[in-house]
């Protein structure tokens, strides 16, 4: 049976052909941001897919994470902490390196922001090929962390970033 909050936040996705460029089928979370009811819902059912209350920090990937993530760190009585692109935080930061299809990129945080041994959930709105969440985690790792899990919105399943999480808990609440 599928449930109704699933469909109701499906619904509020918009599909943009074309975007960036020819060829891509781009996912536009700004309807379901826009919908108070949807977003709320949305919200509620990571809280509920997640369900761990032994969770200290919510992670977001910037920049969509940043929502979700800062939300969802609201609504389960955690600490929020944005992991960026390089040269956004003030202060001294830890990095972490990964490829792309042509090149490479990176993310960072604040080397102070997680405690030894803090609970982590990582969240963003997508998971395409994956490299950015598993960097992220990966950084997590670094600075002494433990990774709980990986939250998404939308799956993107057909490009296969969740295999590259490994055995770290993950899910997304709509998979295409």
Do not use: W
Not at 18 to 32: H, S
């Amino acid at each position: 049976m599928t449930d109704e909050r699933i469909e109701i936040i499906r619904e509020l996705i918009r599909d943009v052909p074309d975007f960036p460029k020819p060829g891509i089928l781009f996912k536009d979370i700004t309807p379901l941001l826009a919908d108070s009811t949807g977003f709320r819902l949305c919200i509620g059912l990571l809280e509920e897919r997640l369900d761990d209350p032994d969770i200290d920090f919510v992670v977001g990937i910037e920049s969509r994470g940043f929502i979700f993530g800062a939300a969802l760190a609201a609504r389960i009585g955690a600490g929020f902490v944005p992991a960026r692109k390089p040269g956004k935080l003030p202060a001294t930061t830890e990095r972490i390196e990964y490829e792309l299809e042509y090149g490479t990129d990176a993310v960072e945080m604040h080397r102070d922001a997680l405690p030894e041994g803090a609970r982590v959930v990582v969240v963003d709105d997508l998971i395409a090929t994956g490299g950015t969440a598993q960097a992220t985690g990966a950084l997590i790792r670094k600075l002494g962390a433990e990774v709980s899990a990986f939250a998404f919105v939308v799956g993107l399943n057909e490009l296969g970033g969740a295999q590259k999480l490994g055995t770290t808990r993950h899910f997304s609440l709509l998979e295409y």
